[in-house]
Structure formats: C-alpha cells, structure tokens
C-alpha cells in the first residue's frame, strides 16, 4: 500500500489481539449428521437487493412441495412475487 499526503496519520493505532484463548481440535471433525436427508439446494435471489436465500431440499420433492417451501421461507422473507424467474423447470412456472 502506498501512502499519499492526503491521508491522516491514525495517532491512536488499534492493538489486536485476540479475545479469549481458541482451543484447537486434536484431530479430525466427528462425523456429524446434520444434512437432515437434504440432498439439493433451491437458491432464491432478489434482484433488487441480490440478496440469496439458500434453502435446502430433496431432489425428489413434488411441485407442491417446493412451492411450499417457498412459500414458507421465501415469501415470508421478501413478500409476494411479482414475476418468477426459473433456470430450471419450465413446468414449475408455467402454471402462473
């Protein structure tokens, strides 16, 4: 990084140091089952704020399923779709 004259010297340099001791595992993670059965992600992103919402669920879920969990987690977030944009599945949104 170069300094140039129009920045201010910070007279008050931040110490960092660490909060608390971090104690390290002694070997690899246990194994964890905490996938739930999910096998798939369906990803959701506003286009107004690009902000996604990643939701997990099975590769073998209905249309009703999914609309569901749509509804139930995304709706709930966002409020109401003015237009679906799908990469996927024509099917799923043709019926709109």
Known sequence: MHWKK???????PRTHKTLGNC??????WPTTRSDRGFNAFLVSVDR??????FLPYHKDDTA??????IWNR????????TNIISDRDPNFTSAL
């Open 74 to 81: 995304v709706v709930s977030w966002t409020g109401i779709f």
């Open 64 to 69: 009703m399923d999914t609309s569901l969990l």
């Open 23 to 28: 104690p390290y595992g002694l070997g690899n």
């Open 48 to 53: 107004f704020s690009k902000t996604p919402i």
């Open 6 to 12: 129009t920045w201010k010297y910070d007279e008050n």
